[in-house]
């Protein structure tokens, strides 16, 4: 079974830090991009960001961009997630999801397949 | 403010057709770039409904269907039932952004 498990979101304070993780199986997680989005209390979606297969190619929603690094463990079937410098805006739950259209970059045809249950963050002093 | 824009809410009585729109511009989906639908149930993470404008995944029924035209697309569910009851997102790509970019939601209520 294709299965997406995101962990180590929590309570932080305001300008701390913090790092989802994302543990993939049942598929060749090697062959596949990744990408991270969030979801603020009772709002939408919003794509934060995207590494390719390889990690030869990354991409950042200006919200997180500086602030955000993705990467990923090809070895582990791990996506990983460093948050810093982090606001009460970026409260909410964030999900991994695998990417789909192009394993290389980010294009015209890219969209997100599977899905994790997601994990909470909570910026808050 | 999403770069695609959908309608905050729609409703319909168990059996019927509705559809929701999603508009964007031609830095997406005018630019011929592929539009895709999600599904979140409450309470749970969104799921894969529709991609590449109009090919439903595996295990999607196909009272689910979505099109595209110019600067706009749509996502059509006929035969609606009660656990159709859920919020849906488009999603596309903009190369002005060079991002993946989503509307803000739109939640179906079944009468």
């Known amino acids: 079974e294709v299965q997406l498990v995101e962990s180590g979101g929590g309570l932080v304070q305001p300008g701390g830090s913090l790092r989802l993780s994302c543990a993939a199986s049942?598929?060749?997680?090697?062959?596949?991009?990744m990408n991270w989005v969030r979801q603020a209390p009772g709002k939408g979606l919003e794509w934060l960001s995207y590494i390719s297969s390889s990690s030869g190619t990354i991409y950042y929603a200006d919200s997180v961009k500086g602030r955000f690094t993705i990467s990923r463990d090809n070895a582990k079937n791990s996506l990983y997630l460093q948050m810093s410098s982090l606001r009460a805006e970026d409260t909410g739950v964030y999900y991994c999801a695998s990417g789909q259209g192009s394993s290389l970059y980010l294009s015209g045809y890219s969209y997100m397949d599977v899905w994790g249950k997601g994990t909470t963050v909570t910026v808050s002093s | 403010q999403s770069v695609l824009t959908q309608p905050p809410s729609v409703s319909g009585a168990p059996g019927q057709r509705v559809t929701i729109s999603c508009t964007g511009s031609s830095s997406n989906i005018g630019a011929g770039y592929d539009v895709h639908w999600y599904q979140q149930l409450p309470g749970a993470a969104p799921k894969l409904l529709i991609y590449?404008?109009?090919n439903r995944p595996s295990g999607v029924p196909d009272r689910f269907s979505g099109s595209k035209s110019g600067t706009s697309a749509s996502l059509a569910i006929t035969g609606l039932q009660a656990e159709d009851e859920a919020d849906y997102y488009c999603q596309s790509y903009d190369s002005t952004l060079i991002s993946v970019v989503f509307g803000g939601g739109t939640k179906l209520t079944v009468l």
């Open positions: 049942g598929f060749t997680f090697s062959s596949y991009s």
């Open positions: 590449g404008n109009s």
